[in-house]
């Protein structure tokens, strides 16, 4: 194990993180889901947005949830950005997007809002295994 974490080099994960977070920028924005995402969150439109230690949190927990991606393609021995992607899509829908759509069954979160929600993620955990991928 301290092979594998010694194995990482913190730039791609770095890197990629700063595009997932950009990323949630557009995906959040009115150009992509802001409005739909809005409306099924109850936020009115004159809402102002989360404050900066909201958004520094948020880039913290992404920037562990791509370093912890970057150790799952480190231990595959994964050396292309095609197969990176592939892993972060497969443990995104597989991790995030199925467990998260359990919880929201309970809690009776709409399908559009994890659609939206859960979706980000998807396709920021697979641009993020593309970086990390290719960077082997």
């Given at each position: 194990?301290?092979n594998?974490l010694?194995?990482?080099s ?7 993180t700063v595009i997932?977070f ?9 150009v ?8 099924l969150?109850?936020?009115?439109e004159?809402h ?6 909201l958004?520094?949190i948020s880039?913290?927990?992404?920037f562990?949830?791509?370093?912890s991606?970057?150790l ?9 950005a095609q197969?990176g ?26 399908l559009?809002?994890?659609?939206i929600d ?17 960077w082997h």
């Amino acid at each position: 194990m301290a092979n594998l974490l010694s194995s990482v080099s913190a730039l791609p994960v770095l890197i990629a993180t700063v595009i997932y977070f950009i990323l949630g920028a557009i995906w959040y924005s009115p150009v992509l889901f802001a409005k739909p995402w809005m409306e099924l969150r109850n936020i009115p439109e004159d809402h102002e947005g989360g404050s900066p230690l909201l958004f520094a949190i948020s880039f913290i927990l992404q920037f562990i949830g791509v370093f912890s991606l970057t150790l799952f393609i480190e231990a595959l021995g994964i050396d292309s950005a095609q197969s990176g992607a592939l892993i972060g899509f497969f443990a995104a829908a597989g991790f995030v997007f199925s467990l998260s759509g359990t919880t929201g069954l309970f809690s009776e979160v709409p399908l559009k809002l994890h659609l939206i929600d859960n979706g980000y993620h998807v396709a920021g955990l697979t641009i993020a295994g593309l970086i990390i991928g290719w960077w082997h």
